[in-house]
């Protein structure tokens, strides 16, 4: 079996071998059907051949008589390829003609039908005897004139038709069995290097991409369809595990700060209230772990996109109103403004407790980063309006700004600037606007409000 | 109070009953979810707190039979589940507040004391009465020493909270929650703010201060100051 074992279990063999059944089939249906016509059209022209001589001889004899008709017959018989014909007088000898040994029971038939019998020629080869077809007339006197056509051409006819339609099956069992051979090798070649690069895939290296041959063919589709596939999947496992790396920094960097103290402390020994000091600060280390993971796995529930059955429709000005009304003390205590301008409604289908968290998220960055330089005072501008199918909710301050280079790893999943990273609080804030953005279908962008970072939450119109 | 604890965690168990109990409750262990459901049927508990996650039996199960049987004992829902719909999820149930491990004894303390008082005539009276400070809930109008306060909409709920659970530490979760419907937790001191304003306010220019920080766990208005905080039930607790 082996290697021919799977080339017979190819798709391409079995086609291959329904298409030649069906083909040998149609060949051999349209050989018999044309032979059969064929041969039926000549019998029939036979048959009125010999009808139209008996006639004509017939005549002839009315006109001569008996004479007439010999020297009649004697001349058609000498024509090459002539018909046969034969007189007998009443005892069977043959008075004239060119058929040798007729059967005598075929001239006891005179009743005008056609018969097909066996002769043997006058002329050229005596020894073999032919096919014909035969017509028996009584005259007077006891004479018999018998006319009949060789159909031996017919059936070298129908022999050669049957031969030549041979041929071509054979002909088209060979040409199918060797383009199967190609076709299926190439096809199962082609299929055994995507299942190589599978089991390679499968083995963890998950670089390497299906072979595109570039003839537009359903196997580069295949393909095509394919490595994007594990384009996709490769970034999500590259995610995955910046992910599991940014968790175990942000994690493990608070939790070992917190284990030091603790061992520094207790190394040292002291009074009660140094003890109660460093518990305190050990406390408040663990609050800041438990937010950190908090928000990871907000995040984490977010791109699985699991709290999508929360949502609701919502006017996202009466959120903006909500959350102006919650920092606005904050923000003049800083000594700060805090503006709200916005178009009403603003109709939109979400969670208003994530929403209201990214607004929180973002004003509350806008406190930490967004302070400005020199002794101007912090201004932070909420605005609402609606820009197209999508409704823009933007956060501006009037701070340094992120520059252009680290926006984009400021709103990645998990990415966070080094500076972010080294201060008090989860840090993950952005990353959570961008979660929450996403999971309402919409995105967040950075941009420069000149001085100071403007930050837009698009999200979809209901 | 008395007070069922239902807990499959042994160890966070018994130290939350030990706590419950130095600050003046009698605290009761269920350590799993049928045993549960049993010492809840006896129906003398004042407030239960049970986990989400417990062997034998589903926590909030036990609170949707509770409910149909009519049993309006308030629930406090502890879980590690900590999403928007989980936290509906508890509150559909029949849960009266829901928290989310881990969590501050101070912040389970004044959750559990605001949940005993909520069938309490607090909720029906019209006028609230801390010291000279009078909140009348129909009118909304505030009147300290007789002197009318103006307050913002906001500043008027964040008081008449604190003062339906006058006495009661109440933390800054529990503010956010109960007077903006916000179930998270802002970066920023947003609450102290708000909580300063409203002090500024009803205190300014008064000898005897009634709205009280209580260190490391909330705030709480009363007449004299904090003398049980959480920050000292804590300490004794915590030993």
Known sequence: MGALGRLIRTTAFKLSLVYLVVFSGLTLFLTAYIANNTAELLDSQITETIDSEINSLSDQYERGGLRQLVSAVDLRSRRPGASLYLVADSSGRTVVGNVADPPLSILGLSNGDTTSVTYQRLDGDTGRRYDAVVRVFALPGGFKLLVGRDVSEIGQLRSLIFGASRYAIIIMVLTGFISWFFVGRSVLKRVENMAETSRRLMSGDLTHRLAVKGSHDEFDNLALSLNEMLDRIEALMTGLQEVSDNIAHDLKTPLNRLRARLEETLRRGGEVEDYREAIASAMEEADNLIRIFDALLKIARMEAGSSGDSFEPLDAADILDEIVELYEPVVEDAGGRLTLETARPLPLKGNRTLLSQALSNLIDNAIKYGQPEGGEGLSIALAGAVDGEEICLTVTDNGPGIPEADRQKALSRFGRLDEARSRQGSGLGLSLVAAVARLHGGRVTLGDSEPGLKASLYLPKA | ?239
């Open chain 2, 1 to 239: 109070m008395r007070i069922l604890v239902i807990e499959d965690d042994s160890e966070a168990a018994a130290y939350l009953v030990k706590a419950l109990d130095e600050v003046g409750h009698v605290a009761e262990h269920a350590a799993d979810g049928e045993a549960g459901a049993f010492m809840a049927e006896e129906g003398v508990f004042d407030v239960l707190i049970v986990d989400r996650m417990l062997p034998k039996r589903d926590g909030l199960s036990i609170i949707e039979d509770m409910r149909h049987r009519g049993d309006h004992t308030p629930v406090l829902v502890l879980s590690a589940l900590g999403q928007v719909d989980d936290r509906v999820r508890g509150l559909r149930a029949g849960g009266d507040d829901y928290l989310t491990k881990p969590y501050a004894f101070t912040e389970l303390l004044a959750r559990v004391e605001a949940l005993a008082r909520r069938n309490r005539p607090a909720d029906v009276e019209t006028t609230y009465r801390v010291g000279d400070l009078v909140l009348d809930r129909l009118s909304h109008t505030v009147t300290r020493a007789d002197t009318e306060i103006p307050l913002q909409p906001r500043e008027f709920r964040l008081l008449e909270y604190l003062m339906r659970n006058a006495g009661q530490v109440v933390t800054r979760t529990m503010l956010l929650e109960n007077v903006w419907d916000y179930h998270f937790d802002p970066q920023t001191n947003v609450i102290d703010v708000h909580v300063s304003r409203l002090r500024g306010k009803i205190d300014k220019g008064f000898d005897k201060p009634l709205l009280h920080t209580v260190r490391g766990a909330g705030y709480m208005i009363r007449e004299a100051g904090p003398e049980r905080g959480g920050e000292a039930a804590w300490a004794r607790s915590g030993g």
